[in-house]
């Protein structure tokens, strides 16, 4: 027996040639820039190239990629390789912007220790006076300080907390 002829065309080699069909041409375009987007992204990751690639598409519209951005690869280029003070500048405004941070969370810190702090020393001086039933966060006054806001969450707290503990013992006298 002879061996069945295939039925399809398989992968085909397109000839390079503008598509005079614009519909055929604009939709060529749009599957085929991703392609391109994403070569040139595996480019830059697996090898560590900076790359560019700004493309129009039939209807005008710009397409852009960039690694690490499109602006930093072309004022690249266009200084001829050389590193710019405007790029200078943007990693001077980096490390600030990391510094401003770190010293925020610092500042954080310490205000979490001192809040520890505070509380630690009010828990042992309720103990030492023997109150400890005073300890406890339902004996706690309400702070004149809430907003309203604040108000209304500690009391739809209050109340999420009564439904969960009538609930809790409803199930065990069910039992």
Request: aromatic residues 6%; proline residues 2%; glycine residues 8%.
């Given at each position: 027996?002879?061996?069945?002829?295939?039925?399809?065309?398989?992968?085909?080699?397109?000839?390079?040639?503008?598509?005079?069909?614009?519909?055929?041409r604009e939709v060529t375009f749009s599957k085929r820039h991703r392609g391109m987007f994403r070569k040139a992204s595996e480019l830059a990751i697996l090898c560590g190239a900076?790359?560019?690639?700004?493309?129009?598409?039939?209807?005008?519209?710009?397409?852009?990629?960039?690694?690490?951005?499109?602006?930093?690869?072309?004022?690249?280029?266009?200084?001829?390789?050389?590193?710019?003070?405007?790029?200078?500048?943007?990693?001077?405004?980096?490390?600030?912007?990391?510094?401003?941070?770190?010293?925020?969370?610092?500042?954080?810190?310490?205000?979490?220790?001192?809040?520890?702090?505070?509380?630690?020393?009010?828990?042992?001086?309720?103990?030492?006076?023997?109150n400890f039933d005073d300890r406890m966060w339902w004996n706690e006054d309400v702070d004149d300080s809430m907003g309203a806001e604040e108000l209304g969450y500690y009391v739809?707290?209050?109340?999420?907390?009564?439904?969960?503990?009538?609930?809790?013992?409803?199930?065990?006298?069910?039992?």
């Amino acid at each position: 027996m002879a061996e069945a002829k295939k039925k399809t065309l398989g992968r085909r080699r397109t000839e390079c040639k503008i598509i005079e069909n614009k519909a055929a041409r604009e939709v060529t375009f749009s599957k085929r820039h991703r392609g391109m987007f994403r070569k040139a992204s595996e480019l830059a990751i697996l090898c560590g190239a900076e790359a560019a690639l700004i493309a129009y598409s039939p209807h005008g519209n710009p397409f852009v990629f960039g690694h690490p951005s499109p602006d930093a690869v072309i004022d690249r280029y266009l200084s001829g390789g050389v590193v710019t003070q405007a790029s200078e500048a943007a990693e001077a405004a980096v490390v600030r912007a990391i510094d401003e941070h770190k010293k925020q969370y610092e500042e954080a810190v310490s205000k979490l220790e001192e809040a520890r702090r505070v509380g630690i020393e009010a828990g042992k001086r309720r103990a030492a006076a023997g109150n400890f039933d005073d300890r406890m966060w339902w004996n706690e006054d309400v702070d004149d300080s809430m907003g309203a806001e604040e108000l209304g969450y500690y009391v739809g707290s209050l109340q999420r907390l009564m439904e969960m503990v009538a609930d809790r013992v409803d199930s065990k006298t069910c039992v």
